[in-house]
């Protein structure tokens, strides 16, 4: 193999690093990709069995907030690029145990960084920590308006302040020593391989099983969303070809009510399910809200789309038709993700609400 490059993916085994690893493990033969991922509940090399055998693909098992495992990772490999999406990833998980958002997002990105810096700091040309991140840093909107890069920073859950965190330490690090950083914030993601606490495919498998579909609040919460491989696109893109020291917005320019996203969604179910036309929606359950709920996320990505030619490809219709496809094709892949602690997961947030 001749290897021109040695890239670290973290949390590769994840719902966006698995579709981010197999992309560029499959496009970059000449690319060694080193997926280092701790394996949390929410990782699954399940995710990536059709790539795990390809010679330019290795997978590290550690934990990115134990410092010397990451100072012994960047001996073992000399890193060129590094793109980081190792996070703990769910609001609500945020807020009945924040500890581990500042310990994995903020530790574990501050242990990355200190690990890039010492392995680069004699030659930074030609390296790069991508740092992905998310539109949550910016708070929540009213009405009218769209995150643009130049939003000011206002989080509003422990999920988004851990992140906004390690977004400031990316340009600190960026600002002060000069490790060269790129930062980018996306809008909610969908599509194969998204853990069943989120969402869409929370709602999927509680249709699929006659479950009722527990809605926060008044359903009236609005989110921006993006299919997984336009996200992936575009991080491909921005790692080759964003300007050092950037953020870019990615987005969906596809802004959904909770309850119409789940209303749409019953009715593709019906129809994949053979069921009568509305016989779903019957399962709609109002729940508690989720304590400081953010009203409504919208990314502007013009930025992304005039400097670097990205722009969302699947109706929405159609990648939530895939996406139901691939979850009621998928039943293996499920029921052993349900296996784990899944259950008790799903009682301690939702029994009370
Ligand atoms: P995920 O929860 O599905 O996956 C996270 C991965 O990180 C898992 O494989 C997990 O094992 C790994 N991980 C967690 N803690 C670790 C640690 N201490 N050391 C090493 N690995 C660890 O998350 P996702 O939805 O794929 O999100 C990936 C990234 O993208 C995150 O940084 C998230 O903030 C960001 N993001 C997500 C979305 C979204 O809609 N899901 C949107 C915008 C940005
Ligand atoms: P989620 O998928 O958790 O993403 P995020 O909170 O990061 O945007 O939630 C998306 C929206 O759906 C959010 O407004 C909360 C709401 N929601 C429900 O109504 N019910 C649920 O069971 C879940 C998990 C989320």
């Not at 995710?47 to 795990?52: A, G, P, Y």
Request: hydrophobic share 35%; glycine share 8%; with cysteine.
């Amino acid at each position: 193999m001749n290897t021109i490059r040695t890239i670290l993916i973290t949390g590769g085994a994840g719902f966006i690093g698995s579709h981010v690893v197999r992309r560029f493990v499959g496009r970059y033969p000449e690319y060694l990709i080193v997926n280092a991922d701790k394996l949390t509940y929410a990782g699954n090399l399940e995710n990536l069995t059709d790539i795990e055998k390809k010679n330019n693909y290795r997978f590290e098992k550690i934990d990115i907030v134990e410092k010397q495992s990451v100072l012994d990772l960047f001996e073992k490999y000399n890193f060129d690029g590094i793109i980081h999406l190792a996070a703990e990833s769910h609001v609500d998980r945020s807020i009945t145990g924040p500890d581990e958002f500042v310990f994995t997002n903020i530790v574990g990105t501050v242990n990355l960084l200190n690990a890039a810096l010492k392995k680069w700091k004699d030659a930074f040309r030609g390296k790069l920590f991508y740092h992905i991140s998310t539109d949550e840093v910016y708070g929540s909107l009213g009405k009218d308006g769209l995150f643009t890069e130049k939003t000011a920073y206002d989080p509003k859950s422990p999920y988004s302040a851990s992140k906004a965190s390690s977004d400031h330490m990316v340009r600190a690090y960026n600002h002060t020593f000069g490790v060269p950083a790129i930062i980018s914030n996306c809008s909610n993601n969908y599509g194969p391989n998204q853990f069943p606490e989120k969402l869409i495919p929370l709602a999927i498998n509680n249709i699929k099983n006659n479950k009722p579909i527990p809605v926060y609040g008044k359903g009236e919460n609005i989110r921006d969303w993006l299919y997984v491989e336009d996200h992936v696109a575009a991080i491909d893109l921005i790692f080759h070809k964003g300007k050092t020291g950037e953020t870019y917005n990615i987005g969906g320019n596809n802004e959904w009510k909770n309850l119409d996203l789940i209303l749409l969604l019953c009715r593709i179910m019906d129809k994949k399910l053979n069921r009568e036309e509305g016989t779903s929606e019957k399962l709609i359950t109002y729940v508690k809200d989720r304590p400081g709920h953010d009203m409504r996320y919208a990314i502007d990505s013009s930025k992304l789309q005039k400097e670097l030619g990205w722009s969302p490809i699947p109706d929405f219709a159609d990648g939530l038709e895939k996406t139901v496809e691939w979850y009621l094709i998928n039943t293996r892949w499920l029921e052993r993700v349900l296996s784990g602690d899944y259950n008790k997961y799903y009682d301690l947030m939702y029994s009370h609400r």
